[in-house]
């Protein structure tokens, strides 16, 4: 299976990015999709995820700012994000759980995302 995430770029403070992953390799019917995100120093955290039910959930320094969906006719999970701070800097990386939830084990390369002050 193959993650491909892009979309990422330099935007400043308020400004909008939306970041897509498209999945080839496996059917994308039944996978749960997942964004993470690292900044330099730090660990990987979670940013918001959507089951293949289309149920969603975000991490709190997220929620009503971004929004995950997915596109399942063009195999693609997108994360619009609005409102963007300083602390969003980070690479962005999507991943998979091909059993419709919450536990991913496929990732992709990850697509780097600057918001400057």
């Known amino acids: 299976v193959q993650l491909q995430a892009s979309g990422g770029g330099l935007v400043q403070d308020g400004e909008f990015l939306r970041l897509s992953c498209r999945v080839s390799?496996?059917?994308?019917?039944?996978?749960?999709m997942g964004w993470f995100r690292q900044s330099p120093g730090k660990e990987r955290e979670f940013v918001a995820a959507?089951?293949?039910?289309?149920?969603?959930r975000y991490a709190d320094s997220v929620k009503g700012r971004f929004t995950i969906s997915r596109d399942n006719a063009k195999n693609t999970v997108y994360l619009q994000m609005n409102s963007l701070k300083p602390e969003d800097t980070a690479v962005y990386y999507c991943?998979?759980?091909?059993?419709?939830?919450?536990?991913?084990?496929?990732w992709g390369q990850g697509t780097q995302v600057t918001v400057s002050s």
């Open positions: 390799g496996r059917p994308f019917s039944g996978s749960g």
């Open positions: 991943a998979l759980d091909p059993r419709g939830g919450w536990g991913f084990d496929n």
């Open positions: 959507i089951r293949w039910s289309g149920v969603t």
